[in-house]
């Protein structure tokens, strides 16, 4: 009796058969939520910046030649190796407050930006998923008083009548304030959520209101949620910026806007020290740029038609 090879047996057998074992197609793997954000070009470039911002604060002691706060030197110098631009009129090293002020940014807009996005979602969710209800009804005319409201008038307000003065002030200010145009755009979006398959199993396995809320509808909405973090902090950073420029940011601590109201102050413009006016709004404006950037690949998250173009 003679054998026969599995292959022979498999071709005589059922050709078909050895023909899908033979060319099975390969599966696509798909891109992980940090490639599709890298392929876009603007994103490489926003992470490239926030990155270097973020060493700058993390690594400031190390890079800064001088204490920011220390008055002893020589006042007003120019741009020299011991003071890269030079000193101000109080005699402080201009470069090492821009260093060390880079922390001030980041930590506003880091907290500033996640405080505003955590009540957004919360009472953006919970109205979407209750619409027709009078949690709905209570939520939704909060947001649309608070979407009424002048922003800026009323940080302002709310920080001069202040009896404490510090950074986590204005970062609850800031957040208490710009939370409005993200809760009405995830409550919009909870609502072409809420009726899907997935979330009707959820209701018939009995599982509660929040569960479904924030367990099986928000997952689907993560590149919504990351987009207005990101927005939430850029306005949260320039918001800072702002409120130290019109003299109502902490005068204990060093951020880009007390540099521009302490030059304003001290006539920086009239003695020719360009640089104490000219850096500070500069590096503001590119660490605001760089987080728009990173916006553009967050993009892509959400919407795959654009990453052909990215």
Aim: hydrophobic share 50%.
């Amino acid at each position: 009796m003679t054998t026969t090879p599995a292959n022979d047996v498999m071709a005589q057998g059922d050709p078909t058969q050895a023909l899908s074992v033979e060319h099975v197609p390969d599966v696509e793997r798909p891109d992980r939520w940090w490639e599709v954000v890298w392929s876009s070009r603007k994103a490489r470039v926003g992470v490239v910046i926030v990155t270097l911002y973020v060493l700058v604060a993390v690594f400031a002691p190390l890079i800064a030649p001088h204490d920011p706060l220390e008055s002893s030197f020589e006042a007003p110098l120019g741009a020299s190796g011991d003071h890269w631009l030079g000193t101000t009129n109080d005699g402080r090293d201009i470069a090492s407050q821009l260093i060390y002020g880079t922390r001030i940014s980041l930590l506003v807009g880091l907290f500033g930006g996640l405080l505003a996005t955590i009540i957004s979602l919360v009472i953006g969710m919970i109205s979407g998923y209750a619409e027709g209800t009078i949690v709905d009804d209570i939520l939704s005319f909060v947001t649309n008083v608070a979407l009424v409201i002048p922003a800026l008038p009323l940080i302002i307000t709310l920080v001069a009548y202040s009896e404490v003065r510090g950074v986590w002030l204005i970062v609850f200010v800031i957040s208490i304030t710009s939370w409005a145009g993200g809760a009405r755009a995830k409550r919009a979006q909870i609502i072409t959520l809420r009726n899907r398959d997935f979330v009707t199993a959820a209701k018939f396995s009995g599982e509660g209101t929040m569960r479904i809320v924030f367990r099986e509808i928000m997952p689907n909405m993560s590149s919504l949620v990351a987009a207005a973090f990101v927005g939430a902090a850029t306005g949260a950073i320039g918001a800072e910026a702002g409120l130290a420029v019109l003299g109502l940011g902490d005068t204990q601590s060093v951020s880009w806007g007390t540099m521009l109201y302490q030059a304003n102050a001290q006539g920086a413009i009239t003695q020719g020290l360009w640089l104490w006016v000219f850096v500070p709004g500069l590096v503001l404006a590119i660490l605001i740029t760089g987080m728009s950037f990173i916006n553009f690949g967050v993009d892509l998250l959400s919407n795959p038609h654009l990453r052909e173009d990215a």
